[in-house]
Structures are given as structure tokens and as C-alpha cells.
């Protein structure tokens, strides 16, 4: 090519490209979506297998739904007419039925229940699901022992459809964690097939295969793009989904996120950020659901380790300083529920999370701090995630005001997601802002997990305290042997004492916020705060 | 010829080598811990340390280094944790995404920019002038992503011309069956009209966006580039003979002209390939920028090292190619040179 014909030929590519004016169309075809059900998330799933390494929260909706589990909740109607799951009914899925004895459960399961393959689905799969759950390490090992189920030996297969789980010691918690997302039942003939011997449990297969018998099985993934399942025909454990064919692109922009719902190209917008949520409600056009987080809250930790926070009344002042309504109104838009201002912080009944008698009361908290011997104050930092920056960011800065006011000089500190965590572990910052929430909605589960000696990882505040390890434990096993009135004295007593002491503030319980085209209905709210697609329908 | 171009990428392997090295180390510099992070929020130290393991990354550096580079020589990236696909998989993919986008959006820009910092140079002060100064500030100095979003918020949801921003195609489209990647060519290689102008009409509104912010350096460049030329003396010559100015200015002054316009194009070009994450994260497009940021997100360091490394050779590649032009446009230049 010489240059004289390069530039007539550029000249004639950029010719032709300018004719070629384009029709900007949207055309769809009406009849597949009254069968397809478009949803929009933020983010997309890493991995199907709740069981794999690192699996993000997005990849436990793929295995909620692509994998039966052997019982599941019922469900009970909220106050504004929506639906949630119940925490206390337990319903049949993969089994049909069960016997709870003292110190083991056998399981019936369904006889005409099959993988998405067709081959039939056994107690030996179950078996074998069961003890990839509590070898595999990592989260799913840790969420089984959770339930007090820990070693393979506690899994039989006594024969084709029966199943019987032992116990190793009495649990309340064990029926609960059976119910959950972990306990999914695979394909173990088709998982081994795929497995190699330095991946045993075949993981790397189930990262972007659906080896189940759930409703649901996946026909295609594009990392970070979409998910797109087809349902089980064949599928037995439960009422056929009225759903053929669920759609499921990440839309990382929120703006976008809500044009799409407001626009009516999307059907359901899942976890939308309060803001929006409270302006679409307004406006009316959508259908909108909001549930309370179970077992979970936005909370301020103080590292009860380390000066000045070592100090009850350092403590008690901060906890006056806060200004809970304006994170409520201009953090959380209104959109959850407060957890401070309650008449005292004595508590009458066992529910959790539940308010605390703290309330914003500079005077109160100066008092406090004089006591402390610190009425000058003193400097600290304030630390956050920078993954929940929406909620975490303006919170922290009225935090921060607040306690300027009563001197406490709090510098931000902005922590990112992949290294936040880690710092937790380290149990050295001063002060952070954070979110938790627990699966099994229990307030012995929570306080076992935050508040107990152990010092897990979510015992932020590196608290420790001999009486309330007492009090937890003490409800522990009450609730284990069925002792209803030991066990309501030990809670209130625990929370009783988290809110005396408060190493731990808690600030507002979040919400769950779903956008729905006024067509589709059948949302539920799960404890996995992830969307069951199996009871969904469009009209 | 090909002597020149395996010279020339024969002076390319330090510096790939270096972009490794690099990479490699700078990843592991980072704050945040990989482990940590994908052990889940129910992490004990122990978990940790077990996915440590697992990944590979209690081993020393120098052993990390080495496995690193062995896997590389096997064209092998490593994985993603965060897509949970092998990286050369994800980069495969998403490249294509981004080339397509970022092409189209150039030639838009190119299709603008060039005739207007023409007119400018030959009407110098005049309105055009102006109105081309005004142009190229605004698209500069107005971020991409709100371009992004008023276009979306004009087009789509005030007037509904324009598909919804999901991504490379609407959701009853199934994609072409992949030749280039590019979905418009491969479509078009399929002979179906209805997936190009599905294609098309999706990726007009990030295109625009990014034409919008790229029209700047282009425009000027062709107004300063034409100015000099327009005043030199072969120019004065061709008016003097009585050429009518057509012909003055686009065969004789805007041929010599195109120099360092098409460097500014191969500068704008792999610019935009990089840094269009916003527009990616505004269209749910899924391209290689917004990739290699959720990965630097996450501290997972398989592709960030893949995006860098890929990035690396592209520039090679697309100097290589500009180097080349110089030869095709003006004689005067040759490699050798």
C-alpha cells in the first residue's frame, strides 16, 4: 500500500461510515417477557457454589435457588401485607417428611425427585453434599458447625430415601442451620465425575455449573454481565415456579438502576439504595417492598481493649454524643428502623435487635466525659469501609461533628473493602462504623458472635467480659434443652448489660428495599437477604 | 519491512519485561489482603490462613514470582477471584467489549473533530473558530461520566429513543457467534440485521460520550497542525499557481498536516481504552476497565496483573502501527529514521 492509496481508502471508510445513520430502536418481542422475568442487581455472582472459595453473596442466590435443601421455612404475612419467611415453621422440600429425636433426625425424602440431569435424587447425595459442607473449610464449614454439625460421621444414608443427621451435642440452632444456604443438595455422581485429585470436591466444576435438583439451573453466565437460568421442569420439592426463564443483569450505576425500574424495562430491582427507594415510593408508580434485616445493624464499636474507650464512661458518653436522628433521616432516608431512645436501657422482652435508652444529650455526654476525667477530650480516629460508603461515608461525618462538640476530635478514616476486614482482625482500631447481621435470627447468635469472650472476628470491640460470657452461654443452653424461662433471663440480661456498658452502639436496623413493577408478585424476604425466584409470577 | 517490525518489537520485550516485574510486585504492595477478603464474612484467622494457602500466597515472593512467570510462558494469567473465570477468559471478552466502543466512539470524534479543526485553521478567528474552541472545552472539561448520564437521563429516559443501558445488547438478543468479538462484525459475518442494529443502537449513546470528551485534543491538534502548514511556504506556492483552495487544503496542506494528528489519535485511542471505566459503569458495559477496577477492589491480583500486562502489549502494538502510518503518510519518515 502505498500512501497516495491509504488516504483515498481512509477517505472512503470514513465516507461510508458517515451514511450509515443508525435507527435507534428498543424493539423486544411482548410474548417472552410475560415468561422471563428481567431482574437488576449492582453485582453479579463469582462463583454458583456457596460451598467455593471466596463466593460473593450474589453467587448464594444462584445456589439458594439452583440446589435443594432438605427442609425449608413457611411463611408468615409482615404488618403491611407482604410476606417474609417464618422464622419458627419449618416445611418440607427435598424431604417430604421427619422425626427429631433426642439426639438425632431422620429425614424421608421425596422418591420422584431428580437432578436437573433427570437421575434421581438419593440420600447418598445428601450424604456426600453434607460432608463436602463441613470438610471444604472456609465459610460453609464454619457456618455447619454454627449448627453444631461438624464431622462427616454425623451424616447417614441409611438407605436410598432416608437420611439421619446425629447430633453431637443438643443445639438449638442445628434444625435452623439445616434450613439454610449451605446445606444444598448436589449432584455427587456428576460433581466426582468432574472432580481431579488435587479438587476433590470438584469446587472447580461447581463455580459455573449448577449440579443440582433445585427450580431453578443456570444456561448462562457472563462474569460481571448476566446470569440467565431456565426453571427445572421435572422440579418436585415444591409448587412448580410460574417463572420460565429469570434474567438477571448487573447494572453497577444506581441511577441506572432506577431509570430501568422507573422506565418499566426491568421488572424487579433488587437491593436499592435508600435514597432511591424513598423517592420511587413517593412517587407511586412501583410497587415497593422494604423488610428490616433480621438479626442485623448499623453500629458504632469502640475498642473496649485499648484507651480511652477501655473506659465505661468514655463509652456511655459517645453513645450520648451520637445524633440518631439525623442518621436516620439524612443517612437512612427514614427507610429503617431505630434502634436508641427507648424509655431505658432496661429491656422488657427478648426480640433483638431493639432499642437502647441512649438518646443524643450533649449536656449528658460532657457530664459523662468530666467523670471520665477527660473533659478536654482527646483525639481519635473513626474508621469505615469504603465498600459501604453510601450509608458509612455521611454517617461518619455526623459522627464526627457530634463528638467535636464534646471534644473528641475524630479523624476519618477511610478503609478499603479488600483491606477492611483484615483490620478488623487486627482488633486495633479505636473506633469504626459497621454493619453486621446474622443469618440464623437469634439473639443468642448474635451476642455469641459480637459480644462473647471468644473474640471472633465480629466482636469488634475486642470485648470481654466473664458475666456476659456467662449470660450467653447460659442462653445457649437453655434454649438448647427447651428452658423458656432461664433463657428469656439470660437475654434481657445480656442486653441488658450490652447496652450498660455499650462496647458496641447500635445505631439503626437496615432494610431489605425491592422495586417491582406493579405486575409481578410473590416477592418473599429471606434471612439470606438474596431473591427467591420460585415464588415470583407476572402477570 | 518485517525486518524493521521484528526489530521493533525486539526493542519492545525489555520494557514487557519490565511492565511483569512490576505489575507483580506493585500488586503485591497493595494494601488490603486477598485472603481476608475472599474468606468471607465469617472469617477466623484460621479460614484465612487456610485460603491463603489455598492461593498460594503464604509462599515467599521470589517462589510466587517464579510460578507466576511459568504459568505466563504457558499463556496461562491465573484466575479471577472475583469473576471466579480464568483471566485470559474474562480479558478475552471483555477486550473486544471495550475495542468496539472505543473504536466507534474515536471514529465519531474523528468524524467531527478533524473537519472542524480544519475549518477553524482555514477561518481562523472566525465564528467557526470559536464555536470549534467552545466545543473542544466543554467536552473536555465535562467529566464522561456525566455526559454519560445526561445523555442516558435525555435519551432514554425523557424521550425513549434510546435502548436501555444493559450492557453490549438487549436482553431478547442473543449474541452473535463470536468471530472478532465485535459484535457488530460478527452480525454482520452471521447476516443478521436485526442483532447489528441491536448492537449498534446500544452502543451509540457510551460511543457519543466518548467522542464528546475525546473531540478536544483532537480538534486542536488539526487546527495548530494546519495553521503551521497553512502559513508555510509550499502552501503559498499552491495559492500563487492558482489552485482553487479545495485542493490547496485538503490534498496539499492537510496531507502534511496528518502527522501529528495521528499521533494524537494513537495517544487519544489507548487513552480511552484504559480509562473509559466510567462509561463502562455508566452503560453496564462490560469492558476491560471496569473489570481491572473491581478486581483492584477486591486486591485480586490475577487481573490486574492481566489487565496491565494485555494493556502493555497493546501499546506496543498500536506504536508499532502509528510508526508504521508515519511511513505510509509521509515518505520522509521511515522506521529506520
Redesign the interface.
Known amino acids: ?3 497516495r492509496e ?2 483515498k481508502s481512509t477517505t472512503a471508510i ?1 465516507a461510508t ?2 451514511v450509515s445513520a ?8 411482548a410474548q ?1 417477557r410475560n415468561e ?1 422475568l ?1 431482574v ?1 442487581r449492582e453485582e453479579g ?3 454458583f457454589d456457596i460451598h ?5 453473596r450474589p453467587g448464594y442466590e444462584v445456589s439458594w435457588n439452583c440446589y435443594d435443601r432438605l427442609m425449608s421455612h413457611g411463611v408468615k404475612k409482615t404488618a403491611d401485607g407482604g410476606e417474609t419467611y417464618d422464622r419458627d415453621t419449618f416445611t418440607p422440600e427435598l424431604a417430604e417428611e421427619w422425626t427429631k429425636g433426642d439426639m438425632s433426625m431422620t429425614f424421608k425424602l421425596r422418591k420422584n425427585a431428580t437432578f436437573h440431569d433427570g437421575t434421581p435424587i438419593t440420600a447418598k447425595d445428601v450424604k456426600w453434599s453434607f460432608d463436602r459442607a463441613v470438610t471444604v ?3 460453609p ?3 455447619m458447625k454454627a449448627g453444631s454439625l461438624e464431622k462427616p460421621e454425623q451424616f447417614v444414608a441409611v438407605d436410598d430415601y432416608t437420611f439421619r443427621v446425629d447430633f453431637i451435642r443438643k443445639d438449638h440452632l442445628t434444625v435452623p442451620d439445616l434450613a439454610v444456604v449451605v446445606p444444598g443438595v448436589y449432584h455427587s455422581e456428576l460433581v466426582k465425575k468432574n472432580a481431579t485429585e488435587k479438587d476433590p470436591w470438584g469446587l472447580e466444576y461447581t ?2 455449573n449448577t449440579p443440582g435438583g433445585g427450580a431453578y439451573k443456570v444456561t448462562r453466565f ?5 446470569v440467565v437460568y431456565e426453571r427445572h421442569d421435572n422440579w418436585k420439592s415444591g409448587k412448580l415456579p410460574a417463572i420460565k426463564r429469570i ?1 438477571w ?5 444506581a ?2 438502576r432506577r ?2 425500574i ?2 418499566g ?2 421488572d424487579l430491582s433488587f437491593d436499592m439504595p435508600n435514597k432511591d427507594f424513598a423517592e420511587l415510593k413517593q412517587a407511586g408508580k412501583l410497587q415497593m417492598v422494604s423488610s428490616p434485616v433480621g438479626n442485623a445493624m448499623w453500629y458504632l464499636g469502640m475498642n473496649c481493649k485499648n484507651p480511652p474507650f477501655n473506659n465505661v464512661k468514655v463509652r456511655q458518653a459517645v453513645a450520648y454524643a451520637i445524633p440518631y436522628e439525623k442518621i436516620m433521616d439524612a443517612v437512612m432516608y427514614g427507610v429503617a428502623n431505630p434502634l436508641y431512645g427507648a424509655k431505658s436501657n432496661t429491656v422488657s422482652n427478648v426480640s433483638w435487635p431493639q432499642p437502647h435508652g441512649y438518646s443524643a444529650d450533649i449536656a449528658k455526654a460532657k457530664a459523662l466525659l468530666a467523670e471520665a476525667g477527660m473533659s478536654n477530650g482527646f483525639e481519635t480516629t473513626l474508621s469505615f469501609n469504603l ?1 459501604e460508603a453510601v450509608i458509612s461515608e455521611p454517617l461518619c461525618i455526623l459522627v464526627q461533628e457530634s463528638l467535636a462538640q464534646i471534644g473528641i476530635k475524630a479523624t476519618i478514616n477511610k478503609i ?4 477492611f ?2 483490620e478488623l ?1 487486627k482488633k486495633e482500631l479505636p473506633m469504626i462504623v459497621n454493619v453486621f447481621g446474622g443469618w440464623l435470627d437469634y439473639p443468642e447468635y448474635f451476642f455469641f458472635w459480637c459480644y462473647h469472650g471468644q473474640n ?2 465480629f466482636n469488634t470491640m475486642s470485648y470481654q467480659d466473664k458475666a456476659m460470657d456467662a449470660l450467653i452461654d447460659g442462653a445457649r443452653k437453655a434454649a438448647a434443652e427447651g428452658d423458656r424461662a432461664a433463657y428469656e433471663k439470660d437475654v434481657k440480661g445480656f442486653i441488658d448489660k450490652a447496652f450498660a456498658e455499650v462496647p458496641r452502639i447500635p445505631l439503626v436496623q437496615p432494610y431489605l428495599n425491592v422495586a417491582m413493577q406493579k405486575n409481578v408478585a410473590g416477592y418473599r424476604y429471606w434471612f439470606h437477604r438474596q431473591l427467591d425466584y420460585r415464588t415470583l409470577t407476572k402477570a | 519491512m518485517l525486518r524493521q517490525i521484528g526489530k521493533r518489537f525486539a526493542t519492545a520485550i525489555p520494557s514487557v519485561i519490565g511492565v511483569i516485574i512490576v505489575t507483580f510486585l506493585l500488586t503485591r504492595v497493595l494494601p488490603g489482603d486477598t485472603a481476608a477478603y475472599f474468606a468471607g464474612p465469617a472469617a477466623t484467622p484460621q479460614a484465612i490462613e487456610e485460603i491463603r494457602k489455598t492461593l498460594g500466597l503464604d509462599r515467599p515472593l521470589p517462589e510466587q514470582f517464579v510460578r507466576y512467570v511459568k504459568d505466563l510462558g504457558r499463556g496461562d494469567f491465573g484466575k479471577s477471584l472475583t469473576t471466579g473465570q480464568p483471566v485470559i477468559t474474562d480479558i478475552a471478552q471483555r477486550l473486544p467489549a471495550s475495542a468496539e466502543l472505543t473504536l466507534l466512539g474515536l471514529i465519531i470524534s474523528i468524524l467531527i473533530a478533524v473537519p472542524l479543526g480544519i475549518l477553524a485553521a482555514v477561518k481562523q478567528g472566525s465564528l467557526i473558530d470559536h464555536a470549534c474552541r467552545v466545543v473542544a472545552t466543554a467536552g473536555v472539561s465535562l467529566p464522561v461520566f456525566f455526559t454519560g448520564l445526561i445523555l442516558v437521563y435525555v435519551f432514554y429516559f425523557i424521550l425513549g429513543w434510546s435502548p436501555a443501558p444493559l450492557g453490549r445488547l438487549d436482553i431478547y438478543y442473543s449474541t452473535p457467534p463470536h468471530v472478532t468479538g465485535f459484535y457488530l462484525i460478527d452480525s454482520l459475518i452471521a447476516g443478521d440485521p436485526g442483532t447489528f442494529r441491536a448492537a449498534l443502537s446500544q452502543l451509540i449513546l457510551p460511543a457519543v460520550t466518548l467522542a464528546i470528551f475525546s473531540l478536544a485534543p483532537i480538534t486542536r491538534m488539526t487546527r495548530a497542525s494546519m495553521l503551521a502548514v497553512l502559513s508555510s511556504d509550499f502552501v503559498r506556492t499552491a495559492r500563487a499557481s492558482g489552485l482553487s483552495p479545495r485542493r490547496v487544503i485538503v490534498t496539499y496542506a492537510f496531507r502534511n498536516a496528518m502527522l501529528p494528528v495521528v499521533t494524537t489519535l494513537g495517544m487519544v485511542f489507548s487513552f480511552l481504552l484504559g480509562a473509559n471505566v466510567l462509561v463502562e459503569k455508566v452503560f453496564a458495559w462490560p469492558g476491560i476497565g471496569s473489570y481491572a477496577i473491581e478486581a483492584l477492589i477486591a486486591s485480586d491480583f490475577a487481573p490486574i496483573q492481566g489487565f496491565v500486562l494485555t494493556m502493555a502489549i497493546l501499546y506496543v502494538l498500536l506504536n508499532l502501527m502509528i510508526d508504521m502510518l508515519y511511513g505510509v503518510i509521509d515518505p520522509r519518515v521511515r522506521l529506520e529514521g
Request: charged share 10%; no cysteine; aromatic share 4%.
Open positions: 500500500m502505498n500512501r491509504f488516504l470514513a461510515s458517515a443508525p435507527a435507534i430502536l428498543s424493539s423486544a418481542s417472552a422471563t428481567l437488576i455472582p463469582n462463583n467455593g472459595v471466596g463466593t460473593n473449610g472456609g465459610f464449614t464454619f457456618q463455580k459455573t457472563q462474569a460481571g454481565t448476566e434474567i443483569r448487573v447494572v453497577p450505576s441511577g441506572n431509570a430501568l422507573e422506565r424495562d426491568a465498600g478499603t473493602g479488600a483491606n476486614r483484615n482482625l471472633a472476628v
